[in-house]
């Protein structure tokens, strides 16, 4: 079966043409994978405008879904099903997609399946490394998330805890606006850490230890806190900057400063968690799974004492609908579609 994948739930259009494999380990295969980034549109404002965003899908939804067949020598007629983020997200960037979906899947007489997007990050693993050993810990980081995920059977996904208050890749998007540095900040952020000196300036950790009020049923000590972080960074650079103005190398250190802590917070929660729920596997995906030192440190465990470690490829990193298309199949083949009438949900639950 080959189904196609639509994601627009933020800054990105994308449609992708993914089948399956019959390869039990590797389920799926790439044929195509469109993305047009909206980037160059957002970073003139500091950061993701939603009706700039929701517009700029508009127009581009159809070439990237004809881009997207013509790369994966694929017609309507080949199609067994259509993929679509359901949510979360921006509710009329989701809609675009959504709606796009549902009149496709109306118009080729086609099942229809709603995905959950970290639903999708999840399994941008699986279709680039094949199954993950069960149980799996993963860790989803990106722009609007920082949760992890028990994965004891497939297409299961448990929360065993999430961020407070910012998402790891919002604030490196907020350092870097705080910096000058532009939109999107991890991408910056991530090359000039590599100048700098990581222990250039003292910065803090945060480790909760208390349940969360508003979620009570989750233990609370695996959670994620990042507002402190970036507030220290906020105030170290409004402190120096009034005595003199910063340097490149300063910046680097900064940067870099900065950077050691987030990813040291979600090694140490991620492995954490997989010690508690012995986990065979543990995994990252998640736009922030783009970062170089993150990779490095996970691999670096990987290929040490401890268990298998996933990372997607840096084109699954970020938002695609390879990975939408992939979580689709998943779903088709527990025998869940979804009807005609499905809504997008910018706070659809997991
Ligand atoms: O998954 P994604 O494309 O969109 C969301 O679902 O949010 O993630 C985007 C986020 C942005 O915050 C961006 O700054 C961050 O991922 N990001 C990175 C890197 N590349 C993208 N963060 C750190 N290092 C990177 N190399
Ligand atoms: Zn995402």
Known sequence: MRILGIETSCDETSAAVVEETGDASKPWAIRSNVIASQAPIHREWGGVVPELASRQHIRDICGVVARALDDGRSTWSDLGAIAVTQGPGLVGSLLVGVS???????????????????????????LQNGEMPLPAVVLVVSGGHTSLYLVERPGRYELLSRT???????????????????YPGGPVIDRLAKQGNDRAIPLPTTRLTHADRNAPELKGDLDFSFSGLKTAVLRYVRQRAVAQA????????????????????????????ARRYQARSVGIAGGVSANSRLRAELQARG????????????????????????????????GITSSLDMNADAALAL
């Open 100 to 126: 796009f979906a549902k009149a496709a899947a109306a118009t080729a007489n086609l099942p229809l399946v709603g995905v959950h997007h970290l639903a999708g990050h999840i399994e941008s693993l699986v």
């Open 164 to 182: 407070r208050d910012d998402a790891a890749g919002e604030a490196y998007d907020k350092v870097a606006k705080l910096l000058g540095l532009g």
């Open 246 to 273: 910063f340097s490149p190398a300063d910046i680097a250190d900064i940067a870099a400063s900065f950077q050691r802590i987030v990813v040291t917070v979600l090694i140490e929660r991620l492995f954490d968690a």
């Open 303 to 334: 290929e040490g004492k401890e268990i298998p470690t996933f990372l997607p490829s840096l084109q699954l990193s970020t938002d695609n609908a390879a990975m939408i298309a992939a979580a689709g199949l998943r779903k088709l083949r527990a």
